[in-house]
C-alpha cells in the first residue's frame, strides 16, 4: 500500500490556489476600497486616468491570478490520476486506464461548467450589483477551494519527487556531447543500464524504460568507457532509460506542435465566431429572449459539458461492446477525432458566413444568431475530444519526472495557438487591405471577406490534421520494463 500522508502534488496546489486567492482579494481591493477604485467616466467623455497606486494594485492582483491559476491548473490534473494507480499494475491495467480516461474527460467537463458560471452568474452580478461584488464572490469561492483542499491534503497518496525532468534532459545532451564521435554497439544490451531495484514502494519512482531504435545518435550518451567506470560522472554516462526519456520527449513535441496549430482554429469561437454573431439578429424563440454575441462562447461551454456526458455514459460503453474491449478509443484516437472535427466546424462557419454575407448585400433581413450554434456545437466536440485525448495521452506516456510539465504542455499549447492566430490575422490583414482594398477584416463585415479567412483556417488545420495522423501512426509508445 502507497503512504497516505500529504502529498507534495497537493501542497503545491494548495500554495498556488493560495497565491490565487490573494490575487483575487487584491483585485476585490481595487474595485470596492475607494482609495483603490480608479474613478468613474459616468456620462461624461473625458475619464480622469487612475493613479500609479491604484493600477499597481489592480495589475499585482491580475498577475497573482495568473501565477497562480498557471500553477494549479498543471499541477491538479497531474496529481489527479495518481490517485488512481492500483497497488498491483501500477496504473498499467485496463481497468485504471479507464479510471483515468474518465478522469480527464470529467476534469474537463467540470471545467467547463466553472468557466460557464463565471460567464454568466458572475458577470450578471457584477453588472447588476457591482464590480466589486462579483470579485469577492470569486475570492470567496478560491478561499472555500483551499481550505478544503488543505482539510483533505492527508488523505491523498504520496509520490516522493522523482528528480528534475530538465536537469535529466541536459545530462543526457552533456553526455552525447562527451561522446558524440563515438561508434555505436550494435547490441543495445551494451549501453549502460542501472540495475539498482526499484523504490521500496510498489508504486516505482524511478521507470526503467525499454531501448527503441528512434534518434538512435541519442544512444552515444549511454555508451560505457573505462573513464567512466572509474569516476562514474553522470554527466558523461547516462543510463538507457535516461536516454529513452529524451527520445520521449522528442516524440511527445511533434504531437504537441500539431495541437497547437489545431488551436488556431480553436481560438475562433472566442474571436471571429463571436465577430460573426454582431452581425447576427441576436432574437431567439420569435423574440423571446435576445443573445449578445459576446455570450456565444457559453453554448460551447454548455456543449462540452453535454458532449463530456453522453461520451461517457453512452458512446464509450457501446463503443466497448462493440469493439469488445476495455478501452473504447485511444487518446491517439480522440485527438485525431477533435483535428477532424475542426475542419468540420471551421467549415460550417465559412459556410455560415458565406450564406449571411449574400443576404447582407442583397438587403435580406439579418441573419439569426441561432445559426452560428451548429458551428460551435462541431467545435465543442472537437475541444472535448482534442483537449481529454492529450491530457490522456501526455500523462501515459511522458516519463514519471515529467508528468507534471507534459500536462501543462496542453495550456502552452493553447498559448501558442492564440498567439499563431493573432499573427495570421495581422498578416491577412495587411495582405489583402495592400493598395488600398478593403480586406477581409474591415470594419463594416459586410465589407469584407470572413468566409474566405475561414477557408483558409479549413486549409491549415487540414493540412495540419493529415500531418498529425502521419505522426500518430508512425508513434512509438512508451515501454515500461
Known sequence: MHTICRSTMALSASLTDTIRTQGMVTITASATLPSLRPPSCGQSAYCVPATLSQKLVFFTGIYLCALGIGGAKAVLIAFGPEQLDDDDGGGKNERVRERKASYFSWYYAVANVGMLTAGTML????????????????????????????????????????????????????????????????????????????????????????????????????????????????????????????????????????????????????????????????????????????????????????????????????????????????????????????????????????????????????????????????????????????????????????????????FLAISLGNLLNSQLVTLVAKVTAAWGNAGWFPLDLDDGHLDYFFLLIVAITAVNFAVYVALAKNYTPKKVR
Open 123 to 410: 458577470v450578471w452580478f457584477e453588472d447588476n450589483v457591482s464590480w466589486g461584488f462579483g470579485y469577492g464572490l470569486c475570492a470567496s469561492f478560491v478561499a472555500v477551494a483551499v481550505v478544503v483542499l488543505a482539510a483533505t491534503a492527508p488523505m491523498y497518496r504520496i509520490l516522493p519527487p522523482a528528480g528534475s525532468p530538465l536537469k535529466s534532459v541536459i545530462q543526457v545532451l552533456v553526455a552525447f556531447s562527451h561522446k558524440a564521435k563515438l561508434t555505436l554497439p550494435d547490441d543495445p544490451t551494451e549501453l549502460y543500464e542501472d540495475d539498482g531495484v526499484k523504490n521500496s514502494l510498489q508504486h516505482p519512482v524511478h521507470e526503467r524504460l525499454e531501448h527503441t531504435n528512434q534518434f538512435r545518435c541519442l544512444d552515444k550518451a549511454a555508451i560505457v568507457s573505462d573513464e567512466d567506470l572509474e569516476d562514474g560522472d553522470r554527466w558523461r554516462l547516462c543510463t538507457v532509460s535516461q536516454v529513452e526519456e529524451v527520445k520521449i520527449l522528442l516524440r511527445l513535441i511533434s504531437i504537441w506542435l500539431t495541437s497547437a496549430v489545431y488551436f488556431i482554429a480553436n481560438t475562433q469561437a472566442q474571436t471571429t465566431f463571436v465577430q460573426q454573431g454582431t452581425k447576427t439578429d441576436g432574437r431567439i424563440a420569435r423574440g423571446a429572449f435576445s443573445v449578445p454575441a459576446a455570450s456565444l462562447s457559453s453554448f460551447q461551454m454548455a456543449f462540452v459539458a453535454v458532449f463530456v456526458t453522453l461520451y461517457n455514459r453512452a458512446v464509450v460503453p457501446a463503443a466497448r461492446r462493440c469493439l469488445g474491449r476495455a478501452v473504447a478509443f485511444t487518446p491517439l484516437q480522440l485527438m485525431g477525432f477533435g483535428h477532424a472535427t475542426a475542419v468540420v466546424a471551421v467549415g460550417v462557419a465559412a459556410c455560415t458566413e458565406a450564406r449571411r454575407l449574400h443576404a447582407a448585400r442583397a438587403g435580406a433581413p439579418a441573419m439569426g444568431i441561432a445559426w452560428l450554434l451548429p458551428q460551435y456545437l462541431v467545435m465543442a466536440a472537437s475541444d472535448a475530444s482534442l483537449t481529454v485525448g492529450q491530457l490522456e495521452f501526455f500523462y501515459d506516456q511522458s516519463p514519471e519526472t515529467m508528468r507534471s510539465a507534459s500536462t501543462a504542455f496542453y
